[in-house]
């Protein structure tokens, strides 16, 4: 009797599982269908995407005095939306999240100006994470070689202001906006 009821229960398991697993690829599939990772996200073209950029400072790896370098890690957390990837969690088995890798869909061209290192980025690969509105997040931990301008004159009693000037690659300037208010964290 006890091993009719763990079979039955294993194979309820598994249809409940296959379930969840047919919703979230059909979902996939259906936000894929009509997506383009170079296309801006927005409605009309002569809309700005306006993306918040927020720094978490982790460690700091390195200051080297002699050739003006701060080395830190650090976490950046991109957010923005995009009206292509909005859909009702009832019509597929009540998602309201999913993920998508790294080059799927459109990232802001975010560069940072006084980067020292001759790759300028650093970044690593995660993934989206895009809720049920169309709201993003993307955020990739990044090592970042900076030029900083070191004053050690007052040392050990020295304070350095090191600033990362973060900027677009690519974009003309009404195509995506970060605004500064929208620049935050602690760095």
């Known amino acids: 009797m006890s091993f009719a009821l763990i079979i039955i229960n294993l194979s309820i398991l ?3 599982f296959v379930n969840c697993s047919d919703d ?3 979902l996939l599939q259906d936000l894929k269908e009509r997506y383009d990772p170079i296309e801006r996200p927005v409605q009309n073209h002569t809309e700005a995407v306006k993306v918040s950029l927020h720094l978490y400072l982790q460690q700091i790896v ?9 080395t830190v890690v650090l976490w950046e957390e991109f957010r923005w939306f995009d009206y292509k990837m909005r859909w009702d969690p009832r019509e597929y088995g009540g998602i309201k999240k999913i993920r998508f890798p790294t080059g799927t869909l459109w990232r802001p ?8 290192d001759e790759n300028f980025d650093a970044r690593f690969d995660v993934n989206f994470v895009v809720n049920n509105d169309g709201s993003i997040l993307y955020s990739p931990p990044a090592l970042i070689k900076s030029s900083c301008k070191i004053d050690i004159t007052w040392f050990p009693f020295d304070e350095q202001m090191c600033l990362l000037k973060v900027g677009r690659k690519i974009y003309c300037k009404a ?3 970060i ?5 935050g964290g602690v760095v």
Request: hydrophobic residues 45%.
């Open 179 to 183: 605004p500064k208010a929208a620049v």
């Open 175 to 177: 195509s995506y906006l």
């Open 109 to 116: 061209d975010v560069l940072l100006f006084n980067s020292a």
């Open 24 to 26: 979230e690829y059909r």
């Open 14 to 16: 598994k249809v409940l």
């Open 62 to 70: 390195d200051v080297d005095e002699k050739n003006q370098v701060l």
